[in-house]
């Protein structure tokens, strides 16, 4: 039986049962689309066939949309046109807002945390041990804008005995305080917070089970009721943070860390049950963090997912309907963070805040665009402060309750993505729950085949990073930052990034006592190869290489480089591809490449550069070639 059917076990009757008006309900007049002739789906299809074909696409799929749909996580695919069909047979589930199961979001109205109407809890995160740093650094943040606190306490972060003078200047019955930290930080907290009254929405941070993931270490959940107890003094503090973002940061897609943090949503209750506590104390001791990423539409959907799973799993535990709604904490993807061009970053985190706003998140952390380079500075925690103020308070994001609702898009997408994660959270409950899952290395199988299948696609380009992957600059001046501590735990999950395998290379080219170079020999007017010398550049810029270029011989010696790419139309290349591989060997060059698809066949070149190729395997390979172990570039490729 499906937890995501309204009626499922429980008669529940469904909330949204009304249909989707057809066309000719709404007067012509009225109508968008009415002066344009109706287009059947048929149609369409006729359409993208031919553009296709005239792309050179010989063998079509039936139906063409096949040929269109991509993957964004696993088991789950989006379509390239959604209609009302598609939406047809969905369940009506979606509700209301404020109101079970949630999906349209956990409010209808005024903002708890803000006291106004929309708008999200803009958190800020400090993990900077210098205390006078960290001072001055969240004064300037509740100044302007930030309205709670994310606190990283322990080794390489904040230390935990200096809690109370981080905090001395901060009105605690204004501005909601989240710690991290594990035991130590929460007792700390609780400590100072004794006797005081606290502002509602924060939390004390604990997550054994997502410890346990990251560390591969077990860990004990038998004391979360007592510390759950305590925290009831604090009306609005919560205990427990089931964080997504370790599963995420591992390379799970979206329906993995939905999954994953579902199990330990609900191994949390089983502890805080057993320890005494009812079932809505439990359910209220909870909050959840999960990872927002560039991919806007899946972060919406997701969001609305999660919230739908929730509430079924406090359904059959018994909690009342007005305790299930997921208090829900986005934090931007730091596999998506880029330590190359960072100013991307900006535009990345942007989207993502975006998505996690129109998708219901209740508190959102935008990470400072320098993120991966060390510790933020004052500029980029203003820009990621900002950039919440500017969409809540300017772009007035907050102001329209589920803005995707409705969309035939997204509500396929949500019942897609809350279908994928149940069906994963189901089968870690047959396995014996969470715990028993990481130590039987099951999440750690399932998150690394997800990832290798993102990492192909990083690795062919076919998922781009703009400024790392693709127009990469190679003389960028980078900010320079402090290091940041290691404040993660490690041992357990690993942590990755989209960009750090090409960052590698271009770290490894940059350490080269001179820069390793790949000449470009084009062929024929500027016109004819301008393209493939583009392309080509663009994919050895992308790996740290130098790539240079002259007609055809003349500038190869210039170049200083034993590795050419020979760039200029198929028939360039019918006519005098193969005479001019030969011409650059013999001129020293030992290994010649060719801007093309390999079924060009053309005799002397080593290999081909074409959009779709394995660009991580060429880089390996021309940086194995002209880079020795010591980084120096030897006269034939090898170690100087």
Not at 297 to 307: D, G, K, N, Q, V
Not at 469 to 480: I, R
Not at 508 to 524: F, K, N, S, W
Not at 585 to 597: D, H, I, P
Request: proline share 6%.
């Amino acid at each position: 039986m499906s937890p995501t059917d309204p009626q499922a076990e429980t008669g529940t009757p469904a909330t949204a049962d009304a249909e989707v008006p057809a066309e000719h309900d709404v007067p012509d007049h009225l109508a968008l689309a009415g002066e344009f002739p109706p287009v059947s789906r048929d149609e369409w299809r006729d359409l993208v066939a031919g553009v296709l074909r005239k792309a050179g696409r010989d063998e079509l799929p039936d139906p063409i949309e096949e040929a269109l749909s991509a993957t964004v996580a696993t088991g789950v695919q989006v379509a390239p046109l959604y209609t009302a069909e598609d939406a047809a047979d969905l369940p009506a589930a979606a509700g209301v807002p404020g109101l079970a199961p949630f999906v349209r979001g956990s409010r209808a109205g005024m903002s708890p945390d803000r006291g106004q109407p929309g708008g999200w809890d803009i958190r800020q995160r400090h993990a900077d041990p210098d205390i006078a740093a960290t001072k001055q650094a969240i004064a300037a943040d509740l100044e302007n804008g930030v309205t709670s606190l994310w606190l990283v306490l322990g080794e390489g972060a904040i230390p935990v005995d200096s809690l109370g003078d981080v905090l001395s200047d901060v009105l605690l019955d204004l501005a909601p305080v989240s710690v991290q930290g594990g035991v130590a930080a929460a007792e700390a907290f609780l400590a100072l917070a004794e006797g005081r009254d606290l502002a509602p929405g924060g939390s004390l941070g604990l997550d054994p089970l997502g410890q346990q993931a990251a560390t591969g270490q077990p860990q004990d959940v038998s004391g979360l009721a007592d510390v759950a107890r305590r925290a009831a003094a604090h009306p609005g503090l919560r205990t427990v943070v089931v964080d997504g973002t370790v599963f995420a940061d591992a390379g799970a897609t979206a329906v993995e860390e939905l999954g994953c943090a579902l199990a330990a949503g609900t191994a949390y209750l089983r502890a805080l049950t057993d320890g005494g506590l009812t079932v809505d104390e439990a359910v209220a001791a909870l909050e959840f963090r999960y990872s927002a990423s560039a991919d806007q539409f899946t972060t919406i959907a997701a969001l609305r997912a999660a919230r739908r799973l929730w509430d079924r799993v406090g359904e059959v535990s018994g909690a009342a309907p007005e305790v299930r709604a997921q208090r829900q904490h986005a934090v931007t993807s730091s596999v998506m963070t880029t330590k190359r061009d960072p100013w991307v970053n900006l535009l990345r985190t942007t989207v993502a805040c975006f998505a996690a706003g129109v998708g219901g998140a209740d508190v959102v952390t935008v990470q400072p665009f320098d993120a991966a380079l060390g510790l933020p500075d004052a500029f980029s925690r203003r820009i990621a402060r900002n950039t919440q103020n500017l969409l809540v308070e300017e772009g007035h994001l907050g102001r329209v309750l589920d803005p995707a609702g409705g969309s035939w898009y997204v509500e396929s997408l949500t019942e897609s993505l809350a279908q994928a994660a149940w069906d994963w959270f189901t089968e870690i409950e047959r396995a014996g729950g969470l715990v028993a899952a990481l130590e039987s290395g099951l999440v750690r199988e399932r998150i690394a085949a997800a990832w290798s299948d993102r990492a192909d696609r990083l690795a062919h380009r076919t998922d781009a990073l703009t400024g790392v992957s693709e127009f990469p600059n190679l003389t960028e001046k980078l900010p320079d930052r402090r290091p940041a501590g290691e404040v993660l735990p490690s041992g357990g999950l690993p942590r990755v990034r989209a960009a750090q395998e090409f960052e590698e290379l271009r770290d490894a080219a940059d350490a080269a006592a001179e820069r390793p170079t790949v000449y470009l020999a084009t062929i024929g007017s500027v016109a004819r190869h301008t393209a493939r010398a583009s392309f080509a550049g663009n994919l050895f810029q992308a790996g740290g290489l130098k790539t240079p270029s002259g007609d055809a011989l003349s500038g190869f010696a210039e170049a200083s480089t034993t590795v050419a790419c020979i760039c200029g139309t198929d028939k360039d290349y019918a006519d005098s591809g193969a005479s001019l591989a030969a011409e650059l060997r013999a001129a020293g060059a030992t290994q010649v490449w060719l801007a093309g698809k390999p079924d060009l066949g053309v005799d002397g070149v080593d290999g081909y550069v074409f959009a779709g190729c394995d660009a991580l395997d060429v880089l390996r390979t021309v940086h194995d070639h002209l880079l020795g172990h010591n980084g120096h570039v030897g006269p034939e490729g090898g170690q100087a």
